[in-house]
């Protein structure tokens, strides 16, 4: 089944409990596997937190607006899932490259250097993402900062990077998409090999 994309036109604050089954189908009302993506603010309590490590740290997630991509993916394991993250999350990398940011990827992470005081300046927090599996689906947020206000970690946003969050998150939305659908039609051409 081909990929949807989708742009909310309205704000919306990220709690954790949109990260759930058939939340893209009952508020946006698209059908099928999905790449949505909405601008908002986000505020995620220990409690909502999908990961393990986080949760017993007992950490949270605060920023003042983000963009957030929700995605919900059928037919797949939480394995591929996790690989998708990782080519949205370079997808949006390359973005910040063309857009001359110093910024590099650790996993599901990005991060960008700023100029500062100490030697070399300093690394800030751009992102926060998860990934894990329902019993229908496998499901994923990635949240971009626009204004880290709140976060509690060193952080930067799109606003201090002076970049245009929906510029960016249709560029995203349109080579994510362009790629997925691209890997689609690469397991159905081939010959197989016996």
């Known amino acids: ?7 909310h036109p309205h704000e919306m604050t990220y709690h954790g409990p949109e990260l759930s089954p058939h939340f893209i189908l009952s508020h946006f ?4 596997s999905c790449l949505s993506a909405f601008l908002g603010p986000c505020s995620v309590q220990t409690d909502h937190l999908v990961d393990w490590e986080d949760r017993l740290a007992n950490d949270h997630i605060k920023a003042e607006k983000m963009i957030h991509f929700l995605g919900e993916f059928f037919g ?3 394995k591929e ?3 998708i993250q990782r080519l949205l999350v370079s ?4 973005y910040l490259l063309v ?4 910024a590099h990827r650790i996993g599901d992470d990005l991060y960008v250097r700023t100029v500062g005081s100490t030697a070399g300046g300093t690394e800030k927090k751009l992102s926060v993402s998860i990934v894990t599996a ?3 689906s496998v499901l994923l ?5 626009i204004d880290a206000t709140g976060a509690p970690v060193e952080a930067i946003g799109l606003k201090d990077l002076k970049l245009d969050p929906k510029t960016l998150l249709e560029f995203v939305l349109s080579r994510f998409q362009q790629e997925y659908q691209s890997v689609e039609r690469a397991s159905v051409k081939v010959r197989a090999v016996i």
């Open 1 to 7: 089944m081909n990929l949807q994309t989708h742009f």
């Open 29 to 32: 009302k698209v059908e099928g």
């Open 76 to 78: 797949i394991t939480l």
């Open 81 to 83: 899932g996790i690989w």
């Open 91 to 94: 997808e949006i990398l390359a």
């Open 99 to 102: 857009n001359k940011i110093e």
């Open 134 to 136: 329902s019993p229908v």
């Open 141 to 145: 947020h990635l949240g971009i900062n």
